[in-house]
């Protein structure tokens, strides 16, 4: 039994570790109410060896990171940049675009999109957007808006996330063993997640047992 | 939090007080970097570094001399040496590099690039720009000042190089440091590291120069 026991966690300590966490990276109009140092000091201490982020090669090839968020922009990017966390960019060529809708539906979804931004403004630091009610909240809030502007769109959302697993799988199979750190859009986490636990050779880990 | 890189020991070298104040502000809440101390002469440089940790020294002296490098290597061997230049003029770097300088660095570079510097200075690597490093890697070899590894070519390899090895070798050879290889190859750093422990071995090189000096040697700096 207790021989048993040894060669689980000989074996657990093996599999690549990956953490997925989620960011509300979508508003990077919005001032992010909480210090990004914080966040910076959290990946710091992580100190992932691969770093997944919804970005696409080419704009990571290019250095074009205007149009980022905030939070990969002004923090994990310069972090990366300057440590030996290596940064994955698993987006697909083309992202799809944010739901939108006409008549009721695209008021509705104006409305949703507010209260995502205030579950922003409102966020105290940013383990409260990774995990807790304002991330599941948060989660809620973009499913029904994806359902709001049709199955065409939700479609693509569902194709964009898959697309975003598949890659961290094959960062996984390429370099076994490793900790990884994915950084994405809260309403990937919750598909991401058990679609990477699903492999023997991945153990998905809450961020703070990465 | 199992297997997380160790932070690098840092001493800042320089003879004035405010410039070693300075660098100690600048540098000191940088991730992955430990400032262990800041000394104006040799004797304090050996005094702050750990044992068995990765350790660098950034060397502030303009212009940078080769006896300095000299002595401080032979105070802390261990130790990356990082020196800090006006310009990468080849004239100047090569004689720094010659006299066991790890790399240098531009006065004009960001933070960022500096703490990267550090990082890399701390575990052996050559710190200059993939182009002067490069430049540089073909001047020392060939010149006779460096020793040769075992292996005379290629062919002589009791091991042969694996396709990722052999990738791995070519942008050593260009002077990227791990970092920027794992970045290139969109790999860990800790597997970078383990391909070039298997490189050196394969080669039967000491050391991280000897065995980027073979491979410019044998042309597999050369991009593809």
Known sequence: MGTNVANHASHDDQRTRVAVVGTLAEFHREPIPYNLGALVQLVSELRPDLLCLDLTPEKWQRGDFDGLPPEYREALLPLSHQTDIVVVPIAGQHPPAEPSGEGWRGRAIAVLRRWLAYLQRTAPNPAAVVEGPRHHLADLLYEAMAWLAGPETYRAWKAHTDYLSRQVLEVARRDPGRRILVAVNLRHCHHIRPTLARHPGIRVVPYTQL | ?224
């Open chain 2, 1 to 224: 939090m199992p297997g997380t890189m160790a932070d690098t020991h840092l001493v800042i070298f320089a003879h004035a007080a405010l410039h070693r104040e300075a660098w100690r502000a600048l540098l000191s809440g940088q991730p992955g970097i430990r400032l262990a101390g800041a000394a104006g002469d040799l004797a304090a440089v050996t005094s702050f570094l750990p044992a068995g940790q990765p350790g660098a020294v950034l060397v502030d002296q303009s212009p940078p001399r080769p006896d300095l490098v000299r002595r401080l290597k032979a105070a802390v061997s261990d130790c990356g040496l990082l020196l800090l230049v006006n310009t990468y003029d080849l004239g100047e770097v090569i004689p720094l590099l010659q006299a066991g300088a790890t790399g240098c660095i531009s006065r004009d570079s960001p933070v960022g690039d500096l703490a990267r510097g550090i990082i890399a200075a701390g575990r052996g690597e050559i710190v200059l720009p993939p182009p002067i490093a490069g430049r540089a890697l073909a001047a020392l070899a060939r010149g006779e000042s460096v020793g040769e590894p075992g292996a005379g070519s290629v062919a002589d390899l009791v091991e042969p190089l694996s396709d990722r090895e052999a990738e791995v070798l070519r942008l050593l050879a260009q002077g990227l440091t791990n970092k920027d290889m794992a970045q290139t190859l969109i790999l860990s750093v800790r597997t970078v590291e383990a391909h070039l422990r298997s490189i050196y071995g394969k080669l039967g090189a000491r050391s991280r120069t000897e065995a980027a000096l073979w491979a410019v040697k044998h042309g597999h700096g050369l991009p593809e």
